[in-house]
């Protein structure tokens, strides 16, 4: 399918490596010129380098902490008067709710949340004025169905799945649709360092683990980056001008749930 967005130009956070690399990869090969950011240079050069060659598509890279406002101000640079954006930032440690305080929340909240609503807030009004923009937040399926162990990105997404919920509808008039895309289980570093977790607290094989995980999935399997991306390329596309503020749960089925 065309998705009818050559051409267009795309900032992708936290995309030198999992699931923001698949919404870049996907948005390369859909034609649109990128401005990658991770923090670490080294990985985002080699990602961007591989993209670059596979799709010819022009592409700046920007290492920075998105979470930070300083990283937020090296990022907005780059990315003046992008078309498309996709946010996104590494998620926060799992615990237990009794040992969170003020600092672990707002760390939380800058991470998984305003960051977020300040790239929406400096780049959805340049789309206004075009009269075309595509937003799409990678968030969590545990905006659906708490995950208990990560009770700071159960608080913090819900907190931008609101905003987006209004917002999306503000905006939507303007020819810019705000959706969200919730991750299940990938393949991912962050799904290893998860595995990592339960095999160390239960003392059993990271093997034992992640088959542990499979078993709590109708799919069977862990998702992929590449079909994660494929998912966020379609919501940027030209065809999806008319879903506006949808939260999408790409889980394999996980969350046991009619609607
Ligand atoms: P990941 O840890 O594999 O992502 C790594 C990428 O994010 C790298 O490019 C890294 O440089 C970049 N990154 C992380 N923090 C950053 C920051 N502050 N500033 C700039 N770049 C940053 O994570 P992932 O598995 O791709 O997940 C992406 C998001 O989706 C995370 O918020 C994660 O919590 C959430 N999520 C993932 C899963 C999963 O199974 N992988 C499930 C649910 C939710």
Redesign the pocket.
């Known amino acids: 399918m065309d998705l009818g967005i050559k051409g267009k130009r795309a900032l992708v ?9 698949g919404c870049a990869e996907a948005l390369a090969e859909a034609g649109v010129d990128l401005v990658m ?4 240079v080294e ?2 050069e080699a990602a961007a380098a591989d993209l670059r060659e596979r799709f010819g598509v022009a592409i700046e890279t920007v290492a ?4 930070t406002s300083e ?1 937020q101000a090296a990022v907005l640079k780059a990315a003046e008067g992008v078309d498309i954006l996709v946010t ?4 926060p440690p799992p615990g237990m709710w009794s040992d969170w305080e003020r600092d672990d929340f707002i760390k939380a909240l800058d ?2 949340m305003l960051a977020p609503i300040a790239l929406m807030k400096a780049l959805v009004p340049g789309m206004m004025e075009k009269g075309w923009g595509r937003v799409v937040n ?5 905006v659906k169905a708490p995950i208990a162990v990560l009770g700071l ?1 159960n608080s913090a997404r819900a907190g931008l799945t609101g905003y987006v919920a209004g917002t999306a509808r503000q905006v939507a008039g303007s020819g810019v649709t705000i959706n969200n895309l919730l ?4 393949a ?4 290893v ?2 595995d990592t977790g339960v095999s160390q607290q239960q003392g059993i094989s990271m093997e034992e683990a992640k088959a542990n995980r499979c078993a709590t999935i109708p799919a069977g399997r ?2 992929t ?1 590449q079909e994660f991306g494929a998912a966020c390329a379609f919501l940027c596309s030209q065809h999806a001008g008319f879903i506006v503020g949808q939260n999408l749960l790409l889980d394999g089925g996980a969350v046991n749930a009619t609607l």
């Open positions: 956070c936290a995309s030198s490596k999992g699931l923001g690399f950011n991770a923090r670490g990985a985002l920075a902490d998105v979470t990283g996104n930032a590494g998620g991470a998984n990678i968030t969590s399926q545990s990105s991750p299940g289980i990938h991912t570093d962050r799904a360092s998860l862990y998702g980056a």
